[in-house]
């Protein structure tokens, strides 16, 4: 049996949550106040995720990177995998709030996301 | 030119500040000096922003977006790579603000003015870091540019000086880019951030050193090392400490308001927020000056950055149609106990408003009392990271407030 003390990131109240697991089955959760608080430890325990960001490359734009997000949490084990692809990505401008970059990277169920928009470069017509 | 409002600074305070503004039917101007709208948004890439004011998980540049369209639909007028280098009392009823832009300076009238510059980061030199002035030592914010606005890598190994927010989040970004926080290091014996962000540690696996400070750096050309001393519980120095080696130092050891303008004007200073004194419409002791956001306190959530713009855009309405806050008496809020600062300084007595404080240390089963209006209230924990939020009714009775935490 192992018992985990967390302390709760939901909202600022910050409880301190301790979540009681033996094998792969949770046996307790305490001093949580909420029921939100209350998932959040198991999961948090059971299989922890994150929302992942960073920023990519952007080609002919007038900024030279995007920033992107996953759209939902991802498996934490997952996340270094997943920034090292991103890593590799170029995307052409313009790129719009909210587009979606890539749609399942590496077969997970998350979309990738761009959180900011970067306009065009003027090309200009050759003489 | 005369406006009604003019607004300083297009961040979140400043942008929420201009639409209400226009939303009440005051002619407004908008200066900001970057390029760009949202302030230090568009570089916070991380999520977390809007959970209180919209419900919602947003990034900052998402969050940025929806306030910067809001101003967009409105009647605003905009003005960006205006930067403001002073603020006129020409009478109480009409100020001058004059700015540097690329078609040279120019000046506008107003009559209220509503001052959102944001904050500015502490330095290396602020916080007694001597040694070689080398290449890599930057403020957390700087990092975070060149990062997220401009995709450029700052190090390879990274130490971090503070614990707060924004220390933490960029010891995130540096693993979440592969490279590695060699130590977070703290003077105080607790760590600086919100629950939330201090799961970065964990997650990343980023040793924290509580107690400890960055005393000096050394390195040719470039940081090679950074020593690092136990201090005890006055904060001294001891011991002959040990070195970290990395390539690059981060500060970010907190935000002082940016109020230059508003000092060399006249406004009165807060030395406990290092922001003006203000009333419960947020204006501050220059009648019709107005002030939000991180130039009025340090905020560590931005729904509070853009509850204040709101708050300081109305006491404006107020001002521009009533030709000056009707004069009252105002009551001091006075601070008993673990109360490091407390703003609104003045309230009127005539209207609800929130009260925003930080405890000057950690509490466990803390005791928030108003007594002269009945309010007691328990809170779990009190952390001098997390800004505790009081609303407090109009009745106030015997002309006094007192804020007691205990």
């Not at chain 2, 510059?117 to 602020?126: L, M, N, S």
């Not at chain 2, 130039?295 to 853009?306: H, M, P, Q, T």
Request: proline share 5%; charged share 25%; with cysteine.
């Amino acid at each position: 049996m192992t018992v985990y003390k967390l302390t709760c990131v939901i909202c600022p109240l910050s409880c301190s949550v301790e979540v009681e697991v033996e094998g792969n089955r949770v046996k307790d959760v305490r001093g949580f106040s909420c029921t939100r608080g209350k998932e959040w430890a198991v999961e948090e325990v059971l299989s922890p995720k994150r929302v992942v960001m960073t920023v990519i490359q952007v080609r002919g734009g007038k900024e030279p990177v995007v920033s992107v997000k996953t759209d939902s949490p991802i498996p934490k084990e997952r996340i270094r995998e997943l920034m090292s692809y991103l890593a590799t990505l170029e995307v052409e401008a313009p790129i719009s709030i909210g587009q979606v970059v890539v749609e399942h990277p590496l077969g997970l169920k998350t979309k990738i996301v761009a959180t900011g928009s970067v306009e065009a470069v003027e090309t200009r017509g050759h003489a | 030119m005369m406006y009604d409002v003019v607004v300083v600074g297009g961040g979140p305070a400043g942008l929420a500040a201009a639409s209400e503004s226009s939303k009440l039917g005051l002619g407004t101007l908008l200066l900001d000096e970057n390029p760009r709208l949202g302030g230090i948004l568009p570089q916070c890439i991380h999520p977390g922003f809007g959970l209180h004011c919209l419900g919602e998980d947003l990034t900052g540049p998402e969050f940025a977006h929806r306030l910067i369209e809001e101003v967009r639909r409105s009647d605003v007028e905009v003005k960006t790579q205006a930067h403001v280098t002073s603020l006129a009392m020409r009478s109480d009823l009409v100020k001058e603000v004059t700015y540097a832009s690329p078609q040279g300076t120019e000046a506008v009238q107003a009559k209220a003015v509503i001052y959102a510059a944001g904050a500015r980061e502490r330095h290396r030199f602020e916080v007694g870091i001597a040694g070689d002035r080398v290449a890599g030592i930057y403020t957390a914010g700087e990092a975070q540019a060149m990062m997220d606005l401009y995709g450029v890598m700052p190090g390879r190994r990274v130490v971090i000086v503070g614990s707060g927010d924004v220390g933490l989040i960029m010891a995130r970004r540096f693993a979440l880019e592969g490279a590695e926080v060699v130590g977070v290091v703290e003077m105080l014996p607790y760590p600086g951030g919100l629950a939330r962000n201090l799961m970065i540690l964990r997650d990343f696996d980023i040793p924290l050193y509580l107690s400890h400070k960055v005393t000096e750096v050394r390195g040719r050309g470039r940081v090679e090392r950074v020593k690092v001393v136990r201090v005890d519980e006055e904060l001294r120095e001891t011991g002959e400490g040990f070195w970290m080696e990395c390539d690059t130092l981060l500060i970010s050891a907190g935000l002082v308001p940016r109020v230059k303008i508003l000092r060399r004007a006249g406004a009165i200073i807060d030395p406990a927020t290092g922001g003006p004194v203000v009333n419960d419409r947020l204006e501050t002791t220059l009648p019709g000056v107005f002030a939000a956001g991180n130039s009025l306190i340090i905020n560590d959530l931005v729904d509070y950055a853009v509850e204040q713009g709101r708050t300081a855009a109305k006491g404006a309405g107020e001002f521009v149609r009533g030709n000056g806050i009707p004069t009252r008496r105002w009551i001091r809020v006075r601070r008993e106990g673990n109360v490091r600062f407390v703003v609104p300084h003045m309230l009127g007595g005539d209207r609800d408003v929130w009260l925003y404080t930080r405890v000057s240390r950690p509490v466990e089963d803390a005791l928030v009392e108003v007594p002269e209006i009945g309010l007691r209230r328990k809170v779990p924990v009190l952390k001098p990271s997390e800004m505790l939020r009081l609303r407090i009714k109009a009745e106030v009775e015997g002309g006094r407030v007192t804020l007691v935490i205990k």
